[in-house]
């Protein structure tokens, strides 16, 4: 009951990310000078044997201006982000400020393992799935 109760909220969050994303697209871009507001940072999650690996995009981001935080069912990112130019944009649209990043973990992790490295603007995160969240082989009797 509660895989299904995680997967119903995990869908109308991908929904509400979708709706949100048309929107932008579609009707913040067209207007010069606008700021657009897509999600920062945009990420991958992926199943990869015994780990979850998680991969952002952090362009122009310093690794020292990132913060991450682990639980056995959470990740959360934050961070700051600045201009590399001064002057008047006349058309804006790399995100720029402070920015934050929560999303829920498809499987426990053992947050006390998590390792993570950052290279070409790409964090890196590997946690590792908790044993109860680990496939096993069974003998059929």
């Not at 044997?49 to 959360?76: I, R, W």
Request: hydrophobic share 40%; net charge negative.
């Amino acid at each position: 009951m509660a895989d299904l109760v995680r997967t119903e909220r995990q869908d109308l969050d991908g929904i509400r990310t979708d709706v949100n994303r048309l929107l932008a697209d579609s009707l913040l871009r067209t207007w010069p000078g606008t700021r657009y507001e897509g999600t920062f940072p945009t990420l991958d999650v992926i199943s990869k044997g015994e780990n979850l690996v998680v991969l952002v995009d952090l362009p122009g981001v310093a690794k020292d201006d990132v913060d991450m935080v682990v639980t056995n069912e959470s990740l959360s990112i934050s961070g700051r982000t600045a201009s590399a130019e001064n002057g008047k944009a006349l058309w804006k649209e790399r995100f720029e400020g402070g920015f934050s990043r929560s999303i829920r973990l498809f499987v426990p992790v053992k947050a006390d393992e998590v390792t993570a490295s950052f290279d070409n603007g790409v964090l890196r995160i590997s946690l590792p799935k908790a044993d109860e969240a680990r496939p096993r082989a069974v003998k059929i009797a």
